[in-house]
Every structure is written in C-alpha cells, then in structure tokens.
RNA sequence: GACUGCGUAGCUCAGUCGGUAGAGCAACUGACUUUUAAUCAGUGGGUCGAGGGUUCGAAUCCCUCCGCGGUCACCA
C-alpha cells in the first residue's frame, strides 16, 4: 500500500540532500556569521529615482529569506522584515565558485548577497551580486509562492509559515505592537505609571466572569487566573504608590471562542486618583485619536464598510437618551420594572419577566442603539441595576458615574468613577457571593482585605478598562481577533494514539489516586439511549458498577458510609462521592468515552451485548469473536476525580 | 452549547450520473538566459480526515466519530 517515495522528487528530501551536499562542498547549511550592512525598504526608497538599467558602484550587503527563483538562479526574490530587493545572479559579475553554490540554494533559504546597486531594464532595483551565502538552509518547502497559506488553522497554528508568506499577517501584528507601545508611552507621558500586579489570584474578583482555577502544590491552594486587575490596581491607589497607575497585561476567562473572543486576552487597566469619568473620558478619546493619528498619519479610517472619524471630542449621550432618541421610549419615566417591561415588549423586544430596572434599559440599548454607534461615542450613566463597581450618580441614585466607548459597534472602553465607600462594597460583594452561592459561577467572591483597604480610604478615583485586542482590531481593520493575536488559543492537537494499553493505564492509576482530594471524586454510570428494554440497562448497569468496584485495588480510593434510620436499622455502604446517571447517543459514544478513560487511566468498567446471552463461557466467547468496533455498548462506568470525569463525559446529558 | 458548511498531492484547488485519482505551484531531469506567479519539454509524488455500512464496484450514497470554519447564545 504504501510506496516509499522516490528521494530526490520529494522537496523535503531533496533539500536535505542539498543541505548534505553543501556540508561536502565544504559549507556549511547553519553558519554563525553573517554580515549585511543594508535593509531592502532602505534600498528601494534611496535608489527610487535610479534610472531603468543604470548602474551604479555603490557596494551594499543585504540578508534575507528566498521567496522567489527565476531564470536558474539569475533573479531571486529576497525579502527581509523592511521589505524585498532582487538579487542578480550572472557570470559577469560572479566568480565560477560562486555560481556553483546556487545548486544547494532553494525557496525559502535564508541568504546573504553582496554587490552593486543597479536597476534592470524592465525597472527591478537589483543587486548585481558579487557573493552570496546560505546563511540557513531550510529543509521543508513553502506554501504556493502565489495563493500563499489559506488554511485557516494552519495560519494560526504555524503562524511562523503565515508570517513568511502574508504581508498583512505581518502588517498587523507589527501594528499591534506599535499601538501597545503608543498607548504605553501617551499614560506615561500624562504622569501614570506602569505597574505589575498578581496574575494568580487566591480570590476570584474585579469582573463576573468564568475563571481558569490552577493548584500552587506547596502552597496546597487553588489559584484563579486573573479576569481582571482592578482590586489589586485599586490597593495601589490606596497606598499612594502612585495617583495614576496603569496595568497592560493578559486576562483569562474560561468562556467560549469566537471572532471577537479569545481566553486569554490583553487589556490596558488603569485608576487615576482626584479624577471623576468625565475627565476619564477626555484621556481615553485623547489617547484613542492620537493612537489613530500615530498609526495611520489620519484622523479617519476604513473599518469595515464604514469610514470612521475619531476626532476629538466624541459624542457623549445618556444611555437612557440614546435609547429615547432610537426607540421613542423613555425609560425615566418609568418608575418600575413592570412598566419599562411593558414599553420594551410593546417595542417589540422578548425578555426575560424577572430583569430588573436597569437590565431592561440595557436589553433596549444593546438592541436598538449599539449597534449604530459607528463613530467614537461615549455612552454615559448607566443604570445602578448593572454597574455594581461604580459610584452612583451624584445627581440621580438611579444612576452610575459610568460611560462606555462604542466604535464600530463594539464597545472598547469601560471606565468609573470609582466606588469608594467600603460599606456599600462589602454589601455589593455580598450580594455577589449569594449569586455564586445559588450556582452562579461567574459571581465575584468576596475579597475582605479589598473591603479593609477602602476602610483605609482611597480618594476619589476615576478608572478605566480598554480591551486592547479589539482596538488593534478597528485599527488594522481586522475581521477576527485571532488576526491579532500571535498565537490565538487553539484547540491542542490531539497526540498520535497508540493502542492503549489497560494494564499500564492501572499501574498508572495508583499514583495518581493518591494525590486526588477526596471530595473531588464522583461515579458516573452512561448508558446508551439507543436501548429501549430498561430491564437491559438496568441489568448493565448493575454489571458495570459492581464490576467497577469489584476492580479497585485499593478500597481507600472509595468512601462508603452506612446511614441511621429513626428504628436505628442501618443501611449500609451508601456511597459518600455522588453517583451521576447520563445517557449517550449510541454505542459509538460510550465506546469513544471508554478509550478516553483508557487514555486519562480513569478507572472504568462497561458493558456490552455480548455479555447479555447465555452463561458466562458463552459470553465470553461471544466477546472475544467481535472487534471493540463492532460492540454494541449497553454502559459504561466511571469512577475518579470530577473534573477528569467531567471532561470525558461533558458530551453526554442527564439521564431522566 | 445549538445550527450550518468544509476536509482530495508539501501548497492552492478541480473531480459530472457511483465505474482506473486530475491541474497549477513546489520538487526532480533537461532547455533557455534580463526575469517579475519567468517560459518550454519531460519525470516523480495520493491511507481522497478516520471507522463502519450499502454496492459487483465508493473521493462520490448512508451512519458514527475526529478536526476546522461560519452564524447564534454568554462574555471584552
């Protein structure tokens, strides 16, 4: 079937073979020198008024990666990080030595060229070679020169291969670092300092949302990701280390991906002592337009279909007027939730009967305004009801002291007047903790010493949050946040699977076991859905879950607990980890679940049609007769720790 | 998570009604030598994502699984 391939017509082996034949030659594939006293751009902007086929004797070394080969050698496309110049290739200028080295040379080579600035006849400024050197052999070959890497995973998960090949791969990931470095340079200019603050936090706080939670082992404790700074940032301000800090750094939230999504993300976060959100407001349209100006030389730029202006000032509007001024409705006349419900439904809007004052507000907005906030425009005093980190308006306590920046639809700002009355924080954290305690598993928890550090005083401050990676998404005009992202979150791949093998898996197990907290341990009983006899299922359920602790070693790894009736009858060894009931597909599931526990060394028992008929000789006849394949699995048992069991099983939903 | 589309050579893509797997680039051999996706002649290269099913016969039809994209939902 499989033919091996003929040497020297693979690309791969035929670079290795001229990377061999280079080292005979004498040469070597990876040398340590290199010498290049020009960039390409450089070249191309100084000798812009050369004439088609002049000459001149100005000698200049460059270095570069091949991207193109033409006429056996005699033009090759170089490109370096400025740019690409031509590099000519002829005896007339080229010693035989020289010549002979363009036989090892290949696309994707890095080199050096040594000559004389000229430009072809057809207009290609070029230079006519002396010397040149691989510097790097490259032994696997480039996408098509002309239609490049399209594959979309691929380019982000071999981003180094879609850097070689788009430019505006290139382009917009040099931009982003321009404008992270413009951003840091205008705060610190206007006398903010940067600061680095805990990525692992022991208290989950700062924004609702879904955190990544890791162990430190010697400490013994869990540890969240961060999903936000704010509390830490905040703790500054209160010691005085500075009136104005400012953090760029990465966040995590463990939610999904999307186009505008990724876990870990970049966000510049900063608090400024002895300012309120309107003068927070000025700084960031200040520090937006100048961004602008710094990137594109202008103050209007192309995002999407739409031509967007970011000079200063935006406009500011309510978000209660914007909504009047979309729908009609105002929604300060309305006192209650039942009649602003009413209004929205009337308008046309589906919610949620049990939504509060504000969220109706913010349903309205989301529905009928965000999405036309194309130019800069800052959404102020939000309801009380949905900023319970802000301070409340000094005019109206239905309100916050809040506004939001919206560009292209998106928001990218958030900004405070920070709430500062520890008393009012404590009962907002608390509120917060009676969410999470009813199953809300994005809720805050309650962080004391932040409580204790407001007791100490922080002055009144104004703060901020920019999403980073959407900026740099409006400002290079990028469609999917993975564009600007280096090296977006992906999916791992999976490893090779060898045939997995039970024993060693069990061997395996024992050590694990030992290290897992007893109270992170579940059963979990999958059967399939297919079957329609629940006699069947219970009777493979029964086998599976005794055959399950039948097979444990170690009785330890399990924990039963004999229960006391009022008579004080005993009913015995009910187990204290909690057994979960889920139904599967079809047997196809159950038997991918079942390789998964192998692969995990989850400790498993299934069960399956064959074990049904007949007596045990039968039974395992029948067994040994069928492929794994061609099993039709009745259940599968599990036993270990949650989270594993969790991500083997997630697919599979609630038996009912 | 739900819906939907895609997966064929190293890369970019064809493949009709189920009937021997195709092209361009890249690679190899040679020609040519001021090219610009160079050109010309020839050569090699395939587990058609994986497994199962239907069939005399499957890249093609059916089922399951895997991977990826898009849309929606939550979030920035």
């Not at 639809?409 to 305690?437: H, M, R, S």
């Amino acid at each position: 079937m499989s033919v091996e391939k003929t040497p020297l017509t693979d690309p791969e082996e035929a670079k290795l073979a001229k990377r061999d034949a280079m080292k005979e030659a004498g040469l070597s594939p990876y040398p340590h020198h290199f010498k290049r006293n020009a960039m390409a751009a450089d070249l191309q902007k100084k000798y812009k008024e050369l004439q088609n086929g002049a000459e001149t004797e100005d000698t200049v070394s460059v270095a570069g990666r091949v991207m193109a080969v033409r006429n056996s050698g005699m033009f090759i496309d170089l490109m370096d990080t400025s740019g690409r110049i031509q590099v000519f290739c002829h005896a007339d200028s080229m010693s035989e030595d020289e010549l002979a080295k363009l036989k090892f040379l290949d696309i994707g080579d890095i080199i050096d060229a040594t000559g004389t600035i000229r430009r072809t006849p057809r207009g290609e400024l070029s230079i006519r070679a002396v010397s040149f050197n691989i510097l790097t052999k490259s032994t696997l070959p480039l996408p098509d020169k002309y239609h490049g890497l399209t594959d979309i995973e691929q380019r982000y998960r071999q981003r180094y291969i879609d850097l070689i090949m788009n430019e505006d791969s290139r382009d917009t990931l040099r931009k982003r670092s321009q404008i992270i470095s413009f951003i840091r340079k205008f705060m610190e200019d206007r006398g903010a300092i940067e600061v680095e603050t805990p990525v692992l936090h022991p208290i989950m706080g700062g924004a609702s949302a879904r955190p990544f939670v890791t162990h430190h082992n010697a400490l013994s404790s869990d540890f969240f990701l961060r999903v936000a700074p704010e509390l830490y940032l905040k703790r500054l301000i209160v010691g005085g280390m500075a009136d104005k800090v400012f953090e760029i750094g990465r966040l995590f939230r463990n939610e999904g991906i999307s186009i505008k999504h990724n876990p870990e993300y970049t966000s510049i976060e900063g608090y400024e002592a002895y300012m309120d959100y309107n003068d927070i407001m000025k700084v960031i349209e200040e520090c937006v337009y100048q961004a602008v100006l710094h990137i594109h030389g202008k103050d209007t730029i192309t995002i999407g279909e739409n031509e967007v202006c970011f000079k200063t000032p935006w406009k500011r509007i309510s978000m209660v007027d914007a909504v009047t001024e979309k729908s009609g409705i105002d929604f300060m006349a309305f006192n209650t939730a039942e009649q602003a419900y009413q209004a929205a439904a009337d308008y046309g809007l589906k919610l949620d009967p049990k939504l509060n004052w504000g969220q109706i507000v913010e349903e309205m907005f989301d529905a009928c305004v965000e999405p036309t906030l194309i130019q800069p425009t800052h959404i102020t005093d939000h309801p009380h009801d949905i900023s319970p980190l802000a301070k409340i308006h000094r005019n109206n306590p239905r309100l916050v002291e809040r506004f939001e920046s919206f560009c292209n639809g998106w928001e990218i700002c958030n900004a405070y007047t920070e709430l500062n009355d520890p008393d009012i924080q404590l009962a907002n954290f608390e509120g917060q903790v009676a969410q999470k305690e009813s199953g809300d598993d994005e809720a805050q928890m309650l962080d004391d010493d932040f409580v204790t550090a407001l007791r100490y005083g922080l002055p009144p401050t104004g703060g901020y949050g920019i999403g980073i990676d959407r900026l740099v998404m409006l400002l290079t005009n990028s469609h999917n946040i993975r564009d600007v992202i280096c090296f977006p979150t992906l999916k791992p791949k999976a490893q090779s699977s060898s045939a997995p093998r039970i024993a060693a898996a069990d061997n395996d197990n024992n050590e694990v076991w030992q290290s897992i907290d007893e109270n992170q341990k579940r059963f979990v009983v999958v059967v399939n859905g297919k079957e329609e006899s629940q006699g069947r299922i219970l009777n493979a359920v029964g086998h599976a879950v005794a055959g399950l602790v039948g097979q444990a070693e170690t009785p330890e790894d399990f924990c039963f607990v004999d229960y006391q009736d009022a008579d004080g009858n005993i009913h015995p060894s009910i187990s204290h980890y909690p057994v979960i009931a889920l139904k599967a597909k079809n047997s196809s599931q159950l038997k991918t679940a079942r390789e998964k526990a192998i692969a995990e060394g989850v400790l498993f028992t299934d069960f399956t049609d064959t074990m049904t008929i007949g007596k045990t000789k039968e039974q395992v006849e029948a067994t040994k007769e069928k492929k794994t394949a061609e099993l039709d699995f009745l259940a599968l048992c599990l036993f270990g720790e949650r989270d594993k069991l969790n991500e083997i099983t997630k697919k599979f939903s609630l038996y009912k």
